[in-house]
Nanobody, 124 residues
Framework: QVQLVESGGGLVQAGGSLRLSCATS????????LGWFRQAPGKEREFVAA????????YYADSVKGRCTISRDNVKNTMYLRLNSLKPEDTAVYYC?????????????????WGTGTQVTVSS
């Protein structure tokens, strides 16, 4: 069973930074592409970024490209999302997801496995 646990959300001022974490099991970490999605109030869930199981491939949504870095720690079985230059429109619940697809493919289809989400609120 794939379990994903997010942490690191919170309240931050516009222009600030935040690092989100997604912890999972070793089996999941070593065999799944992992990614981040977000859902703002009243909006559909949207893709943010993905990283391949080996860490060699990453893919970002245009809305965060240049402000966002996805990475993974193979010792801690944890994936990270670093968000910089945060804007109020980045306010959303951020979800970790897992799928056995290429990173770019994760952007175009709904992954089968999800965490419960962590709230990010950016104040202006």
């Amino acid at each position: 069973q794939v379990q994903l646990v997010e942490s690191g959300g919170g309240l931050v001022q516009a222009g600030g930074s935040l690092r989100l974490s997604c912890a999972t099991s070793r089996d999941t970490f070593s065999s799944y592409t992992l990614g981040w999605f977000r859902q703002a109030p009243g909006k559909e869930r949207e893709f943010v970024a993905a990283i391949g199981w080996s860490g060699g491939s990453t893919y970002y949504a245009d809305s965060v490209k240049g402000r966002c870095t996805i990475s993974r720690d193979n010792v801690k079985n944890t994936m990270y999302l670093r968000l910089n230059s945060l804007k109020p429109e980045d306010t959303a619940v951020y979800y970790c997801a897992a799928d056995r697809v290429a990173t770019a493919t994760m952007a175009s289809r709904r992954p089968p496995y999800w965490g419960t989400g962590t709230q990010v609120t950016v104040s202006s």
